[in-house]
């Protein structure tokens, strides 16, 4: 069956939200998606960077919007029943006014970046929180973005006319294009008189002043061009007062105001590096003392020492610290510590006068307690399968070590 192009009403009047249409076909695809084509729409579908229309045709959610060849499908949750032929269409209009503040605000942010830093925007995405374009720049300094954001604000505040036509090639040679037309029918310009001149099929408000505030949130590198994120209109409303809020918050933990934000932080880090200082020092005496507690329980072997000790659950960087810490001190020792907890680990360590090689050690016990490991002749450790107990690991070690000795 051959369909004629739907009417696309967003373009007679993008504020339209309600309207009825005529069912022209529904099909069922190989997805099991349901799609209809209505001979009108006020439903825009995906494309020129702007994501579809969501919102109710009937009681049927609109999933989505597609355009293919002229013709607008859309995607329902159910499909329509055969006595289905007049339908009431809706838009959600809050997220169809936000992309248009969006698309618009990205026209003037574009055109300021054109004019103010002779900066082409080689591509756009809106998001569900954030837009970027990309500039065909090297660099972007905070000056430059700062003045690029100042005359995009200007333009809004100025309230200008925002108008789309349709235009043929011979009468848009007349305009001063910010960018080539990517079509050569039905081109439509948007145009923000003295100002910006763009090809473009999105939706767009009326007027600059209902775009609201633009804002840079930030930049980065990306490809050889630069990545530019920002928000326009109510997406900046929102984000700042969510950032008021939070500032207001953290003002009052740390019992200043938003002027003395920067001071007490400054503060509060040097406090917490001291802090830590401290904490570093203190915990080096306690493990020089476990050191010494576990010295004096050493078992004699022939002409070194023996220390072996298990923890309940405690971090392997900690057993090799304090392992070292002994072997350091005693250099005749042959330390094993054991811990358990999320998984059953191990250390074995050496002084440099004990002559045994760790790694060979670990890699006589590993096999025994289904493990993985490794390390070098002074230090080395490993890992168990749980299923062995820490008192059975102690065993099984103890015997490779003696083994190991008496060769």
Request: hydrophobic content about 35%; overall charge negative.
């Amino acid at each position: 069956m051959l369909i004629s192009a739907t009417a696309k009403l967003y373009y007679q009047n993008p504020y339209w939200r309600e309207c009825t249409a005529t069912v022209l076909q529904q099909i069922t695809d190989e997805c099991q998606k349901n799609w209809v084509v209505f001979d009108q729409t006020i439903f825009y579908p995906t494309g020129g960077g702007q994501p579809h229309d969501t919102g109710y045709i009937g009681k049927q959610k609109v999933l989505d919007v597609e355009e293919r060849d002229g013709v607008i499908w859309h995607q329902l949750d159910t499909p329509l029943t055969s006595d289905q032929k007049q339908m009431q269409m809706k838009i959600d209009w809050e997220r169809r006014f936000d992309h248009m503040q969006q698309h618009a605000g990205q026209h003037i942010l574009s055109a300021a970046f054109a004019e103010e830093c002779k900066a082409t925007t080689i591509s756009f995405h809106l998001g569900q929180e954030t837009c970027t374009i990309d500039l065909d720049i090297k660099e972007l300094t905070d000056e430059m973005a700062k003045e690029a954001e100042t005359c995009a604000n200007q333009i809004v505040f100025e309230n200008r006319d925002i108008t789309a036509r349709f235009v043929n090639e011979e009468e848009l040679e007349k305009y001063p294009l910010r960018k080539k037309s990517t079509v050569e029918e039905d081109i439509r310009l948007v145009i923000i008189p003295d100002f910006d001149y763009n090809p473009c099929g999105g939706t767009h408000p009326n007027r600059t002043g209902e775009v609201g505030p633009i804002l840079i949130l930030q930049w980065e590198k990306h490809k050889g061009h630069i990545r530019l994120e920002f928000t326009v209109g109510k997406r900046t409303m929102d984000l700042l007062h969510h950032k008021h809020a939070l500032l207001r918050q953290v003002s009052r933990v740390l019992q200043t105001n938003e002027a003395g934000l920067l001071e007490a932080v400054l503060r509060v880090q040097e406090e917490q590096k001291r802090l830590t200082e401290e904490l570093l020092q203190v915990k080096e005496e306690l493990l020089t003392y476990e050191r010494d507690q576990l010295l004096s329980s050493a078992e004699e072997l022939h002409d070194r020492i023996l220390i072996t000790q298990l923890y309940e659950e405690r971090p392997l960087t900690e057993l090799q610290k304090v392992a070292q810490l002994i072997t350091g001190q005693a250099t005749n020792a042959i330390v094993l510590l054991i811990t358990g907890g999320v998984k059953q680990q191990f250390v074995c360590a050496c002084g440099t006068g004990a002559h045994v090689e760790m790694n060979t050690w670990v890699k006589h016990i590993l096999p025994r307690v289904e493990g993985k490991g490794g390390g070098n002749v002074l230090i080395a450790q490993g890992g168990a399968a749980s299923r062995y107990s820490l008192e059975q690991i102690l065993e099984y070690a103890r015997d490779e070590l003696y083994m190991l000795l008496e060769k």
